[in-house]
């Protein structure tokens, strides 16, 4: 499976972006996918992740609330909608994905990362 992460920028304080990453090779839709980051100086983090069948998810205490993420219907794609951005939320995001036997199944445990795309936050 390969992943490509896209969507990252500069954006003030406030503001919003959505990040994208589509799964190719292998059939997207039997993996669960999830989203890490890493800032600066900073371990990488855990952020969301989101079922195979697009119905559970599961975020971060750090982003609930602000950032949902979503999968299309043909469930190769997801996205990472980042609303109320702090400056906090500037890192290196990071796609990932993992074959899920179960459909519901969220995990945060991944077998495959794509390259990071930069998010930062200017307060």
């Known amino acids: 499976v390969q992943l490509q992460a896209s969507g990252g920028g500069l954006v003030q304080a406030g503001g919003s972006l959505r990040l994208s990453c589509a799964a190719s090779g292998r059939d997207g839709s039997t993996y669960a996918m999830g989203w890490f980051r890493q800032a600066p100086g900073k371990e990488r983090e855990f952020v969301a992740s989101i079922s195979r069948s697009g119905l559970n998810t599961e975020y971060a205490d750090s982003v609930k609330g602000r950032f949902t993420l979503s999968r299309d219907k043909r469930e190769t794609t997801v996205y990472l909608q980042m609303n109320s951005l702090i400056p906090e939320d500037t890192a290196l995001y990071y796609c990932?994905?993992?074959?899920?036997?179960?459909?519901?199944?969220?995990?945060?445990?991944?077998?495959?990362w794509g390259l990071g795309t930069l998010v930062t936050v200017s307060s």
């Open positions: 990932a994905a993992r074959y899920a036997r179960l459909v519901h199944e969220t995990t945060r445990n991944y077998t495959y």
